[in-house]
């Protein structure tokens, strides 16, 4: 085996041992560790189960510090046999076994700067779930179609993601696409994963609705927010809604119901509107819009106290068509996050979900 080879297996071996440390104090490993040990002593005591929302909350709270403290263990043990392996291998000039440590050292690699990537999730909600909605702008059909086509990318990318995705509720557009829709997204680090989506999407393309084929310019906002864990207390004054029942208005697939049983509910203080047409009874729609306007109260709450410090926007509604983040201009082939300068040529791709870069990006710039 050749010295370089040797040589560039030893120093990302060195590499991913000096990663893995600064890793240990940025995730806190050794109090998360701690902390596992507490929860498993709690799992342990047979009456949890007596409050089943708390023994909701330990378990998940369990599994995200698992998934963070035993991965990290895995590594750090993993790059110590490496190390290990590759001194008495390179002794006995046994190559073929230097080859294979060098396949698990990049595969380390690989499972390390994933566990870096977790570094990014720093705000106090980034682990829950959360609800992504998009709206069309103006632009009558043009935008309605560009809406759908961010609503398809959206659910190729969540699902690629391993994420369980629900349609909340989606208005179809007059001719094509869609006036809006709300999607729940449920999983480890949801929230955390897509809250950099926030803002305008802007496309470029030659229109398929123009009979000239104009190039076109339309515009769709994008919202995301947590929800909100039942142990956040947000005080709700009934008399501060306003409840409409109305008929689906849905693409009337298989789970939309075509009765009245859709529920709009207007928290009349802030104008903050949520709606759910998707379960079976006005009940559950109902109790579904009251979760995401719970939700949607403490996002703007805490939008709020972020806009004193850094006079970020404080609602849904401030989003206005200056606050673009990416255009997609098609007949280019170019997406370009306007925040960071992350660009890719594969429009296609992107649009089936490819979104990893540009998310990534913004989570590291802190955008």
């Not at 990537?117 to 009558?140: H, V, W």
């Not at 949801?190 to 515009?219: C, M, Q, W």
């Not at 759910?276 to 949607?296: G, V």
């Not at 997609?328 to 997406?335: G, I, K, N, T």
Request: net charge negative.
């Amino acid at each position: 085996m050749e010295a370089e080879q040797l040589n560039q297996i030893e120093h990302g071996i060195a590499d991913l041992g000096d990663r893995l440390k600064g890793l240990r104090g940025y995730l806190d490993i050794d109090r998360k560790t701690r902390r596992l040990e507490e929860l498993n002593r709690e799992i342990e005591n047979p009456n949890l189960w007596d409050d089943p929302k708390h023994a909701e909350k330990i378990t998940r709270e369990k599994k995200l510090l698992e998934d963070t403290v035993l991965t990290f263990n895995k590594l750090e043990s993993g790059i110590r046999d490496s190390r290990e392996l590759f001194e008495m291998s390179t002794a006995e000039e046994d190559w073929p076994a230097v080859e294979s440590i060098g396949q698990d050292v990049d595969r380390i690699r690989s499972q390390v700067e994933k566990l870096e990537f977790k570094r990014m999730f720093n705000q106090p909600m980034d682990s829950a779930n959360c609800y992504l909605e998009i709206q069309a702008g103006a632009g009558g059909t043009e935008a309605q179609d560009w809406s759908s086509m961010l609503e398809r990318m959206y659910l190729k990318y969540t699902e690629s993601k391993g994420f369980t995705v629900k349609l909340n509720s989606e208005t179809e557009g007059d001719v094509a696409g869609i006036k809006n829709c709300s999607i729940y997204v449920q999983g480890d680090w949801a929230y955390g994963t897509l809250r950099t989506e926030t803002g305008i999407h802007r496309l470029v393309r030659k229109s398929p609705f123009d009979s000239n084929a104009r190039r076109h310019t339309s515009f769709a906002s994008v919202y995301v927010y947590p929800e909100v864990d039942d142990s956040i207390e947000i005080e709700i004054n009934p008399a501060d809604l306003r409840i409409d029942v109305y008929r689906s208005s849905g693409a009337g697939g298989q789970h939309i119901q075509k009765t009245e049983s859709a529920v709009r509910i207007t928290h009349l203080p802030t104008g903050i509107v949520t709606e759910c047409q998707d379960e079976r009874s006005q009940h559950q729609n109902k109790d579904r819009a009251m979760q995401q306007l719970r939700a949607k109260l403490y996002e703007y709450e805490m939008q709020k106290r972020r806009a004193e410090q850094q006079k970020l926007e404080d609602a849904k509604d401030d989003i206005g068509w200056g606050h673009q983040i990416r255009s997609y201009v098609l007949d280019q082939s170019r997406v370009k996050d306007l925040r960071t300068g992350v660009e890719n040529t594969n429009t296609t791709a992107v649009l089936n979900g490819d979104l990893d870069g540009f998310i990534e990006a913004s989570l590291k710039q802190g955008v």
